[in-house]
């Protein structure tokens, strides 16, 4: 499969503190998940991959395009698809109207062939039969896939989701899992999370990214193989974990270095991603019912 996104040594800096400290990513066709906790740089690296943010050095090409280049830029915005955290519907326009405002953005400007392109989306992400309620009327899953329709229009070849699955209940994740899959089939999706469930479902790559920088790229199978042999179980909790907490059957389960006879198990990407993060990942970490 082709790399549709290169990025090498991107900056980003806000005053002194740099959101991204030379980060590289680079993507294909299928779903890459970004994890990574809160102020790893995410949405900067998500902004600046949908042009809305122009990085400060380091190099980034996407479709064969320079986005400093203003045709480029052009070219990339016609082809790329973009859900922010807050998509800004505004709440008094309909579920239709706020995807046909969008589509008119996107310089859809026939209104025929416009009109069907917004039926299209919104029945893909099965909001037809809503499509004359108002914005506000939605419930918080509706809203989301409300952003994913838009992000579809024009079927971009580039989709930029920052964090679509926050606030949606277990039901609604699983419906918009199924929706980020599908749309993963032929074109390039970067899906930011810090869900490790989201990444085992529906990434075909994951990023592991950390103070701005990317600390793991690969599948997902090869990150739960970074904590082969660094996963146990005890009755007691192991100080000397990165990670602990006490599961339901009433065991501890751990992460980081092992104990001479210590019953191993196998790896998850959780396991992984806390193994990554260092000491800190253990922080505010509770029993586990």
Known sequence: MNTTIHATGLVKAYGRQRALDGLDLHARTGVTGLLGPNGAGKTTLLR???????????????????????????????????????????????????????????????????????????????????????????????????????????????????????????????????????????????????????????????????GGRSLFTGTPAELAEVATGRVWVDDARDPRAVAAWRVGAGHYHHVGDPPAGAELIAPSIEDAYLLLLGPQAGEGMGEVA
């Open 48 to 210: 600046v991959l949908a042009t809305v943010l122009p990085a400060d050095a380091g190099g980034l090409r996407m479709l064969d395009q320079d986005p400093r280049d203003p045709a480029g830029r052009r070219h990339i915005r016609r082809r790329l698809g973009y859900l922010p955290q807050d998509a800004g519907f505004h709440r008094g326009f309909t579920a239709f109207e706020a995807v046909d405002y969008i589509a008119v953005l996107k310089e859809h400007t026939a209104a025929r062939a416009r009109h069907d392109e917004v039926r299209r989306v919104l029945d893909l992400v099965g909001l037809a039969d809503v499509a004359t309620k108002k914005v506000r009327a939605l419930s918080g899953g509706m809203r989301q896939r409300l952003g994913l329709a838009q992000a579809l229009l024009g079927r971009p070849e580039v989709l930029v989701l920052d964090e679509p699955t926050v606030g949606l209940d277990p039901e609604q994740r699983m419906r918009f899992r199924d929706l980020v899959s599908d749309a993963g089939r032929g074109r390039t999706v970067i899906l930011s999370t810090h869900q490790t469930e989201d990444v085992a479902a529906v990434c075909t790559d994951v990023v592991v990214v950390k």
